[in-house]
């Protein structure tokens, strides 16, 4: 494999987005059709092997866990290995938690493999996060990062689609299938990545940057804008639960359901790189605020929805919110990563996001279960309100893409 430096800023004039779209982005397309894919059946699976409705919807949280557990030794499989070969392994592992998935004869073995996925989910994530935040010159790194996010989230819309043809030919086996195929060419296309040359590691007298010493040095910025990344992660994960919930509660029919669940998600799908491009030209904050602003209103006026037709609306702002903020939690991180450092950073600045993936659905349970789903859903809005608040107050207010890092304090 040929080796590319690092691009500064400089070098901008010199970068086309183009160039790298295939490798950089087609990883993270195919990764996103294989975990779709899986997505829809991973309870009917559950259940086909005894599980129980809460046990198998436990499992469905797996996927969310094994990625929270494994940010941090992601982080350092990245730092040490490199980001190619740590999505090439990824792949590798995410393979391996699919076909134990599709062999399963056990209710644990196929929660060991779903486990697993999530695993590789945190360890492709971060790699690719980390590989463009290096090889994308500042001036563009939202829009590469926005669009890495959105090339996700259209894989993720596929896969269910892809998934439903092969489950009419070969049962649920068909979904699994699909998901190692597609993750098995996101791994070679990986592999064909360049590998990047990072400029500090020729310098010997200076001390391998830790876990531990990444947490002293950039502890003011994880416990401020670390906090807003938490609750904007928060607000997110919990969108996906509201709009299927409420539409129960006003008796919506499943196909009404799906369809309004499914153009929000179209919305959310259609405006990532213009928000990128925002950011990249007029700041962070421009699109981070109005994206939590937005999804908080959506989120505090869904409660009083009363028909198809005013979820619909509220839905649609929930993804016009989530849309333009594609991108925004990789953006900051990158934005503050150092150098050396920047796989254990980001690895800590996940770990950060999965805490309020988790946390954030959790919250919704428990409100909904000692009062009612509506105040669920206006406590998230409130989060998002928070939120936006927090990243006003924290993120800098430079244009530009030029951003300091938080020091130590």
């Known amino acids: 494999m040929g080796q590319v430096s690092f691009l500064s800023p400089n070098s901008a004039n010199d970068f086309s987005m183009r160039k790298i779209a295939v490798a950089a982005f087609g990883p993270s397309l195919m990764f996103g059709v294989g975990e779709g894919a899986i997505l829809p059946i991973i309870a009917l699976s559950s259940r086909s092997l005894g599980a129980t409705v809460a046990l198998a919807a436990l499992i469905v949280t797996l996927l969310g866990i094994g990625s929270l ?30 076909a134990l998935c599709l062999v399963a004869s056990s209710l644990w073995m196929y ?3 779903i486990l697993l996925v999530g ?12 590989y463009l935040t290096e090889a994308v010159p500042v001036h563009y790194r939202a829009r590469a990062l926005s669009t890495l996010g959105g090339v ?5 819309f596929l896969g269910p689609f892809i998934g439903a043809a092969a489950l009419n030919w070969l049962g649920l086996a068909g979904a699994y299938l699909v998901a190692i195929v597609a993750v098995v060419i996101a791994g070679a296309i990986a592999w064909t990545l360049p590998d990047l040359t990072h400029p500090t590691a020729a310098v010997s007298n200076t001390p391998a940057p830790t876990i531990g010493s990444v947490l002293r040095n950039q502890r003011r910025l994880f416990v401020t804008v670390g ?16 709009i299927p919930l ?20 179209a919305v959310d799908m259609l405006v990532f790189y213009p928000a990128g491009k925002v950011m990249d030209k007029r700041g962070r904050v421009a699109v981070a605020v109005p994206s939590m602003l937005l999804m908080a209103a959506a989120l505090l006026l869904m409660p009083w929805t009363h028909s198809a037709l005013t979820l619909l609306l509220a839905a649609l702002l929930v993804g016009f919110g989530n849309g333009i903020g594609s991108g925004m939690i990789m953006t900051l991180g990158a934005d503050y990563s150092p150098s050396p450092g920047r796989a254990q950073f980001l690895g800590i600045w996940r770990f950060l996001s999965d805490i309020g993936s988790t946390g954030g ?31 006003w107050y924290w993120i800098p207010r430079t244009k530009g893409g030029a951003y300091g890092r938080a020091t130590a304090g």
């Open 69 to 98: 557990i494994s940010n941090i030794p992601a982080s350092i499989l990245t730092a040490r290995f490199g980001e190619r070969r740590a999505i090439v392994t990824a792949a590798l592992i995410s393979c391996c938690g699919l």
């Open 111 to 113: 929660a060991l493999g």
């Open 119 to 130: 695993s590789a989910s945190a360890v492709f994530n971060l790699a690719r996060q980390s």
């Open 152 to 156: 996700m989230r259209i894989g993720i």
């Open 227 to 242: 906090i807003g990344i938490v609750l904007v992660s928060a607000v997110r994960a919990s969108r996906q639960a509201v």
């Open 246 to 265: 409420w539409a129960e509660g006003l008796g919506l029919d499943a196909s009404t359901t799906s369809l309004i669940y499914g153009l929000s998600g």
């Open 361 to 391: 659905p959790a919250l919704l349970s428990g409100v909904t279960a000692l009062l009612t789903l509506g105040i669920g859903i206006s406590v998230t809005g409130v989060l998002g309100v928070a939120a936006a608040g927090v990243l």
